[in-house]
Structures are given as structure tokens and as C-alpha cells.
């Protein structure tokens, strides 16, 4: 699914043939699968029907025996004879649930692998920050993704409330590292962050995600209506407030095309620009009071930026705002 829908991609870039051949090999592994398992179900058919077969034999000749000595009846050896066969569909039908019964078995090896994953993000913050901008501080931050290379390095850092930050520096530098910590999306490797004074860990994460939010540099879109994708698919807003949210980011054709439009898969139907003035919207929608730009203008044109900056100019008014950005 991921190579078809970046065929275009592919193919400008010649890729393509490398494409096919991995799924040429993805391909030959599970044909290989495949054989192995119709050779266990050949096995245990012909074992099956084997012993049917000789259960048949072994009763007929028994049966004629018994009856030639006149132990048995002739209805009798053939009542045995039909035993024998009626043992042969239950078998049979055992035999042919064996794929379902591997197949299930794998699907339920991958479920209970699943369920035995466990957040490294502990939710069991009762405190809460004060209402209002919120202040930010890292004290001593340091952070790795587990590789031992550090990416921040003993960070100190103050923000006042309703102030504005800018985050500049070169790929690779840490900048979306940030603002993953300060939305609590990874934990830090040593040091605190604090929000309003009160430990990043301290704080319930669904009153973290209801406070803090993030415009990010690609956004992500779903298959549903506008609305559906403004409010991520949540009912308690209202249809106002979603039209209102899309009207100050400056998406009133969407509005006036109808909130319950549907979009395709990916957010078919949307312009890139579009896109990102949806996240805008999200943001409105939402009244966070602190707000992350993750090079929120990188992909847009320039008429889209100067909207999309205006918005967001707006939008951080009475706000903390962290601003990340190369230039």
C-alpha cells in the first residue's frame, strides 16, 4: 500500500524496479509459506484418508468373517461398515480447519504481542498547571532516543508566560525533539520540564493534550468528513464551533462546500495548503494555551504562507508559543 500510493514518487526517482523486487522477494517468502502449509494439509488428508480406508477394509473383512460364522448378521457387518465410514467426515472436516486453525493462530500471536506493549509514557500525573499562558522550563534537560547519542544536551531553558520563542537551527539539531518534549510524546533521558511551574510528569496527559498544541510541518489527514478531520473525529463540538474554527483559519470555501463533505483517504480533495490551514483550524478549534510551529509554513506557496502566517499571528496572541523553524 505504501509503494502504490508513492508510485508517482518512485517512478521520478527510478525506483520502481527496486520496489518490485522487494515485493518480488516479500512475495516468494509467502508463496514459500504457503507451500509448507498445503504440504502439513496434504499430509494429514491422505493420513485421514488412509485410515478411513483401511478402518473400511478391515471392517468388510471382519464383517464377512463374523458373518460366515454366523456370529453376526449380515445387517449387523454392514451397520459396522457404516460406523467406519461416518468416522470419516468428522476427520475430514477437522483436517480442513486446520489452515483456519494456524492462521488464527498466528493473528493471535500478533494480538497478544500487542497487548503486552506498554506505554513508556506513565499517566499518572494528578497536578495541575494554573489557567492562563503557561510558562515553560527545562531544567538540565538531556534526551536520546535510546542509541546513546544524545540529541539535547543539559538544556536550560525559561519562558515567560504569553511570550513568543523562536527556535532556529540546522537539520539534525534537536528542534522537533523539542517540542516532542513539551508535548510529552517522549519522556526526558535526565532533567525536568515544567509547564506553569508544575512537572511535565505531574500533569494528566489528556489535560496536557487539551493545553498544549502543535501545528506540525506535514499533517496528517484522515478519511471522513471536514468536520471529522477538524475535531479528529471527536462529536462534542459543535457544528458552529468547527465552521467558526475554519472561518479564522481562513477556510471559508470549505465551510460554504459543507463541513460534512467526505474526504478521500490521505485528505484527498485538499490542496497541501489547505491541509495545513486545516491544522490551523484544529488549533482554533482546540484554544490551547500553549502552541508549538513546527515549520508550519515549509510547504505551502506564498499567497497560502501570507494566510497561514496571519492566522497563526492571531492565534498566538495571549498564547506561549514556541516557533520552530531553519531561518
Do not use: C
Amino acid at each position: 500500500e505504501e509503494r502504490l500510493t508513492a508510485a508517482e514518487d518512485l517512478r521520478a526517482n527510478g525506483a520502481a524496479p527496486h520496489a518490485m523486487w522487494r515485493f518480488v522477494e516479500e512475495s516468494t517468502d509467502a508463496m514459500a509459506s504457503s507451500v509448507r502449509r498445503e504440504r502439513a494439509f496434504l499430509r494429514m488428508w491422505w493420513l485421514v484418508q488412509g485410515a478411513v480406508a483401511g478402518g473400511s477394509t478391515i471392517s468388510l473383512v471382519v464383517g464377512t468373517a463374523l458373518v460366515s460364522s454366523d456370529v453376526i448378521t449380515v445387517g449387523t457387518a454392514f451397520l459396522l461398515f457404516q460406523y467406519v465410514l461416518l468416522l470419516g467426515r468428522p476427520l475430514e472436516d477437522v483436517v480442513d480447519q486446520l489452515e483456519t486453525v494456524q492462521k488464527a493462530n498466528g493473528a493471535m500471536v500478533r494480538v497478544i504481542d500487542l497487548l503486552a506493549v506498554r506505554p513508556a509514557i506513565d499517566d499518572g500525573g494528578t497536578s495541575s498547571p494554573p489557567a492562563g499562558p503557561l510558562a515553560v522550563a527545562f531544567h538540565h534537560v538531556s534526551f536520546d532516543y535510546g542509541d546513546g547519542q544524545p540529541v539535547l544536551s543539559d538544556i536550560d531553558l525559561e519562558v515567560a508566560p504569553g511570550r513568543s520563542v523562536g527556535v532556529v537551527g540546522r537539520t539534525g539539531s534537536g528542534k522537533t525533539t523539542l517540542s516532542r518534549l513539551l508535548l510529552r510524546l517522549v519522556d526526558t533521558s535526565e532533567g525536568t520540564v515544567e509547564l506553569g511551574g508544575v512537572a511535565i510528569r505531574e500533569i494528566p496527559r489528556s489535560e496536557l493534550r487539551r493545553r498544549v498544541a502543535m501545528i506540525p510541518q506535514e499533517v496528517e489527514l484522515f478519511s471522513g468528513t471536514v468536520r471529522d478531520n477538524v475535531t479528529l473525529f471527536d462529536t462534542t463540538p459543535s457544528d458552529d464551533a468547527v465552521a467558526h474554527a475554519l472561518r479564522r483559519a481562513g477556510l471559508d470555501s470549505l465551510v460554504d462546500g459543507g463541513i460534512h463533505r467526505e474526504l478521500g483517504a490521505g485528505g484527498a480533495g485538499l490542496s497541501a495548503g489547505e491541509a495545513q490551514l486545516l491544522a490551523l483550524a484544529r488549533v482554533w478549534l482546540r484554544d490551547p494555551d500553549l502552541l508549538v510551529l513546527d515549520e508550519a509554513t515549509a510547504r505551502v506557496d506564498p499567497v497560502t504562507e501570507a494566510r497561514l502566517e496571519a492566522g497563526i499571528a492571531e492565534l498566538m496572541q495571549g498564547r506561549t508559543t514556541f516557533v520552530i523553524a531553519h531561518r
